[in-house]
């Protein structure tokens, strides 16, 4: 800073009254702008206030499962988050939001599937501690086949907790999976099951895949 009487804020300096800082007036009134704010809120329409507020709900929510652990051991749970928050950076209308906008409707199916294959992630983890693959490929698929002898014995281990080891058979079950045709996220299952008196029951199952469905 120059010195000198052409120096302005020496001057101003100089010039300024010297008043202690209770006697001055406020910068910044708290009393004052928080009537403002509880005016404002008092006058805005429903739709403004749903406006406002559904991003940072969004961002919010996305923040929430960012905290999880297990979507960083993931890669497929770290691919949907990603998207997903790709979605809600990128959205557009966010200042004229309309409650029955399907984007909306969408991003939030998102969360959900996001949160449910989050939570069976966690739950499976548990049973099977350290075999992230094998509760990837459980969650992702609903099933898959373990020939590495590590994961077998991690199996075999969770069985033995609930005596599903110790129970003799009591019959016997087949299951028949229909092929898929492309294009559809359906997948069809029919369980049958003989016990040792010649019973036979038969139960037909259809559900939809469990990957990861948001836009890359």
């Not at 910044?28 to 940072?56: M, W």
């Not at 949160?115 to 049973?127: F, P």
Request: with cysteine.
């Amino acid at each position: 800073m120059a010195a000198g009487e052409s120096n302005l804020w020496q001057q101003l300096w100089a010039e300024a009254r010297r008043v202690p800082a209770a006697q001055q007036r406020l910068l910044f009134d708290h009393n004052v702008e928080a009537e403002k704010a509880l005016h404002y809120l008092e006058g805005i329409s429903p739709h403004s206030l749903f406006a406002s507020i559904l991003p940072t709900v969004f961002l919010i929510a996305y923040e929430r499962l960012y905290r999880q652990p297990i979507i960083h051991k993931l890669p497929t749970l770290r691919k949907c988050l990603y998207n997903l928050g790709t979605r809600i950076v990128v959205a557009d209308g966010w200042s004229s939001a309309d409650p029955d906008s399907p984007m909306y409707a969408s991003l939030m199916d998102d969360i959900e599937h996001l949160e449910v294959q989050t939570s069976r992630c966690v739950s499976l983890l548990g049973k099977f501690p350290g075999q992230t693959a094998l509760v990837e490929a459980l969650v992702m698929h609903g099933q898959t086949v373990v020939d590495d002898r590590p994961i077998q014995k991690a199996v075999l281990k969770a069985l033995a907790k609930f005596n599903i080891l110790a129970s003799v058979p009591v019959g016997r079950e087949y299951v028949f999976t229909a092929r898929v045709t492309s294009g559809s996220d359906a997948s069809h299952q029919m369980y049958v099951e003989v016990d040792d008196n010649k019973a036979v029951r038969v139960v037909y199952k259809r559900s939809r895949a469990l990957g990861c469905s948001l836009d890359s």
